[in-house]
T-cell receptor, first 113, second 113 residues
Framework: NAGVTQTPKFQVLKTGQSMTLQCAQD?????MSWYRQDPGMGLRLIHY???????DQGEVPNGYNVSRSTTEDFPLRLLSAAPSQTSVYFC????????????FGPGTRLTVL | GNSVTQMEGPVTLSEEAFLTINCTYTATGYPSLFWYVQYPGEGLQLLLKATKADDKGSNKGFEATYRKETTSFHLEKGSVQVSDSAVYFC????????????FGTGTRLTVIP
């Protein structure tokens, strides 16, 4: 199993550009989520999905869209990038029946100029 | 609501020193509690967990006990190594609703030889 994979590892955008951060998992986990990590703030939940076709907002959803057309993939879209979205983004999936243990991808470091 | 308060860092220790990183939480109901570790340039990995009061999670010489009376989950290790240098995150997950994690701000540990 590859676990949770994310692409790209690094990305630089200009203000106003759009892009999609990819996330995939091969563990057949129903639950997937996106977090952003900022200095001094820990990880904050952006969006999550409890299964294909179902998504919901987390703590900081503004400026981001998600969709879940398959169990494996959970892309995160930035519609119009802003400098405030400079962050490290982590995707995670949940192992069912394991007291909410989540598995994290390696992260995408995004810089918006 | 759900929240985690974690000891501010950074923490610098000499090899073989004793480590404590404090973590307290606020939660509705009885959450599951976690410590995640992030090594430089990597994603988060689950270090240990506890799912009910008085449970002790342990892994790689690290321990933490779920204390309901003090709403705490402090991380300890009796003798740290240089390889333990990382950022440590305390987190909780509520038992009801979605399986979202609430993170503390993280504590950076540096162990010097």
């Amino acid at each position: 199993n590859a676990g949770v994979t994310q692409t790209p590892k690094f990305q630089v955008l200009k203000t106003g550009q759009s892009m999609t951060l990819q996330c995939a998992q091969d563990m057949n986990h129903e639950y997937m989520s996106w977090y952003r990590q900022d200095p001094g703030m820990g990880l904050r939940l952006i969006h999550y999905s409890v299964g294909a076709g179902i998504t919901d907002q987390g703590e900081v959803p503004n400026g981001y869209n998600v969709s879940r057309s398959t169990t494996e993939d959970f892309p995160l879209r930035l519609l119009s990038a802003a400098p405030s979205q400079t962050s490290v983004y982590f995707c995670a999936s949940l192992k069912p029946g394991a007291h909410n243990e989540q598995f994290f991808g390696p992260g995408t470091r995004l810089t918006v100029l | 609501g759900n929240s985690v308060t974690q000891m501010e860092g950074p923490v610098t220790l000499s090899e073989e020193a004793f480590l404590t990183i404090n973590c307290t939480y606020t939660a509705t109901g009885y959450p599951s509690l976690f410590w995640y570790v992030q090594y430089p340039g990597e994603g988060l990995q689950l270090l240990l967990k506890a799912t009910k009061a008085d449970d002790k999670g342990s892994n790689k010489g690290f321990e933490a006990t779920y204390r309901k009376e003090t709403t705490s989950f402090h991380l300890e290790k009796g003798s740290v190594q240089v390889s333990d240098s990382a950022v440590y995150f305390c987190a909780l997950s509520a038992r009801t609703g979605a399986n979202n994690l609430f993170f503390g701000t993280g504590t950076r540990l540096t162990v010097i030889p």
